[in-house]
């Protein structure tokens, strides 16, 4: 069993910044990849960011050059820093740990972008 607790969303202007982060529990093993998704009202889940344990990241192109993800493997946490944030970046963030063929999700964390 994996548990994700995500912290930091929030409502900001367009523009603005905010810093996502989120702490794995349970097992986990060696060879994993965190990250974040997001869901916006109306719309299906969808990738934003991921970090394997070694450093190989990738992003959603609608966010490269604004997000930055970066982890702590020491503490199993995952941050999502999110720099001129847009009013299209709204939803519900999601903290994913993928490992051994399963993807696990947090409870989730609203991120409101007013324009």
């Known amino acids: 069993q994996v548990q994700l607790v995500e912290s930091g969303g929030g409502l900001v202007q367009a523009g603005g910044s905010l810093r996502l982060s989120c702490a794995a529990s349970?097992?986990?093993?060696?060879?994993?990849?965190m990250g974040w998704d997001r869901q916006a009202p109306g719309k299906q889940r969808e990738l934003v960011a991921g970090?394997?344990?070694?450093?190989?990241?990738n992003y959603a192109d609608s966010v490269k050059g604004r997000f930055t993800i970066s982890r702590d493997n020491a503490k199993n946490t995952v941050y999502l820093q999110m720099n001129s944030l847009k009013p299209e970046d709204s939803g519900v963030y999601y903290c994913t740990l993928s490992q051994r063929g399963l993807r696990n999700w947090g409870q989730g964390t609203q991120v409101t972008v007013s324009p």
């Open positions: 970090m394997a344990r070694g450093g190989f990241t």
């Open positions: 349970g097992t986990i093993f060696s060879s994993n990849v």
